[in-house]
T-cell receptor, first 116, second 112 residues
Framework: GAVVSQHPSWVICKSGTSVKIECRSLDFQATTMFWYRQFPKQSLMLMATSNEGSKATYEQGVEKDKFLINHASLTLSTLTVTSAHPEDSSFYIC????????????FGPGTRLLVL | AQSVSQHNHHVILSEAASLELGCNYS??????LFWYVQYPGQHLQLLLKYFSGDPLVKGIKGFEAEFIKSKFSFNLRKPSVQWSDTAEYFCAVKSGNNRLAFGKGNQVVVIP
């Protein structure tokens, strides 16, 4: 149980385009979803926390107009990287937590973004 | 802000050797502690967690971790590793600000 999927797993795009990444909880309702970014040989850095039906809470230094997060349902959250640039190339990972599941987060497999 | 430290980023050991990975955090209040594992090509999976109670926590696949409050530590151990334990291991701490802070990870390679 507690499976989280992400789509796509890989995306390559041109500079200036927008990319949408989906995060789905497959067998539970995710009251809270988190978006992380991981640079090579570094730790996961929390970008934002989103609760279903409300605006996402962004971490300091993360541009909310650049990284649009939508959590429209209890099983889906999307991260849109707008006007992507090469420096946005990274590994983006989502996680989800459900009500009654305590503080444990369940992680998706990640999405590798390469901006040319 | 809380921080999580993991030392010795790369660990190489032989099968049947014992493994201990250190994790220290900087937050002084109540914490929830986690170890996650990421096998090659796979997503992060929960290995074990500590919220309260017995400070010695047993996890999956023979792993255990001990919470020592006075040392702000939550070290991970396995008495005898297998080749299949080759993975990256992340310590994570959740404190009062409701955010999960991760260490930089330990890349563990077990040589058959």
């Amino acid at each position: 149980g507690a499976v989280v999927s992400q789509h796509p797993s890989w995306v390559i795009c041109k500079s200036g385009t927008s990319v949408k990444i989906e995060c789905r909880s497959l067998d539970f309702q995710a009251t809270t979803m988190f978006w992380y970014r991981q640079f090579p040989k570094q730790s996961l850095m929390l970008m934002a926390t989103s609760n279903e039906g409300s605006k996402a809470t962004y971490e300091q230094g993360v541009e909310k107009d650049k990284f649009l997060i939508n959590h429209a349902s209890l099983t889906l959250s999307t991260l849109t990287v707008t006007s992507a640039h090469p420096e946005d190339s990274s590994f983006y990972i989502c996680s989800a937590r459900y009500s009654g599941g305590g503080e444990t987060q369940y992680f998706g497999p990640g999405t590798r973004l390469l901006v040319l | 802000a809380q921080s999580v430290s993991q030392h010795n980023h790369h660990v190489i050991l032989s099968e049947a050797a014992s493994l201990e990975l250190g994790c220290n955090y900087s937050y002084g209040g109540t914490v929830n502690l986690f170890w996650y594992v990421q096998y090659p090509g796979q997503h992060l999976q929960l290995l074990l967690k500590y919220f309260s109670g017995d400070p010695l926590v047993k996890g999956i696949k023979g792993f255990e971790a001990e919470f020592i409050k006075s040392k702000f530590s939550f070290n991970l151990r396995k008495p005898s590793v297998q080749w299949s334990d080759t993975a990256e291991y992340f310590c994570a701490v959740k404190s009062g600000n409701n955010r999960l802070a991760f260490g930089k990870g330990n890349q563990v390679v077990v040589i058959p």
